[in-house]
């Protein structure tokens, strides 16, 4: 079974990216059934937002098929979503039917300045091989002053990430495989946690959390946009 499994991965993943989330869209839910960060994160920002939770507007960056918005709907009045794929969107919209979800490009978001008081983003920074900056750049200019960016350096997506997390199944090399010769783009190298963060507070961010020290665990970045100053 894991092998047919990761037969079809490995023939729908001869897509780009877009074409790859779309085709597994319907499978999505159970193929990443154990989602281990996605709880994680969900209290992790509760404890950041604090007492200014519920926001007026949250955005989730490469939302999918809603897997991690679900977690967070009470921590927003209006939570608004943005994904690449449409596939991804349709299962999204039928999960959250009061959501506000979007097709669009995070390197090019389709909101304008200072939109969203908190912006988050899970198990998609991977996907940005070498663009992290403008990743960063994109949710710093939608983001409010004061407000709260929260993203995971999500190593499931990655080669090197699986290489880190020491996996030695037939999964591990399946996944490898997957990666190595479609045409998703993902990391190859993980950046350091000191290059996430120098890119982070490049993009203009105080960081306030940053990865441990050896990137197996599961954790956060997270940076807020300061304050105009009086
Ligand atoms: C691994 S899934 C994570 C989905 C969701 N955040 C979750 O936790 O279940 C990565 C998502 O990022 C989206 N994505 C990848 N590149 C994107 C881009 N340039 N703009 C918008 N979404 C993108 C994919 O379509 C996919 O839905």
Redesign the pocket.
């Known amino acids: 079974m894991p092998l047919l499994k990761a037969a079809w991965l490995l023939f729908v993943a001869r897509r780009d990216?877009?074409g790859f989330?779309d085709s597994i869209a319907r499978q999505y839910d159970r193929l990443?059934a154990d989602?281990p960060g996605?709880a994680a994160a969900a209290s992790f920002l509760a404890e950041y937002l604090g007492p200014s939770a519920p926001v007026r507007r949250m955005l989730?960056?490469?939302?999918?098929?809603g897997?991690?918005s679900r977690l967070v709907t009470i921590l927003a009045r209006d939570l608004h979503g943005?994904?690449?794929?449409m596939g991804?969107l349709r299962e999204a919209r039928a999960r959250l039917p009061d959501a506000h979800l979007v097709q669009?490009?995070?390197?090019h978001l389709p909101y304008r300045d200072a939109s969203f008081e908190a912006v988050i983003?899970?198990?998609?920074l991977p996907?940005f091989p070498r663009q992290e900056h403008r990743f960063f750049a994109e949710s710093f200019r939608v983001l409010a002053p004061g407000g709260l960016f929260l993203v995971d350096p999500a190593w499931t997506?990655s080669v090197a990430g699986l290489r880190r997390r020491r996996a030695s199944s037939l999964g591990f090399f399946a996944r490898m495989a997957l990666l190595r010769l479609t045409n998703i783009t993902a990391w190859e190298r993980v950046p350091s946690s000191e290059e996430l963060v120098a890119s982070l507070a490049d993009a203009g961010f105080q960081v306030t959390a940053c990865p441990s020290a050896d990137g197996r665990q599961r954790t956060f970045l997270v940076g807020r946009k300061a304050l105009p100053a009086r």
């Open positions: 990216t877009r989330y990443v989602q996605a989730e960056l490469g939302c999918g098929t897997l991690f943005v994904d690449l794929s991804q669009g490009d995070i390197l983003s899970l198990e998609v996907h997506f």
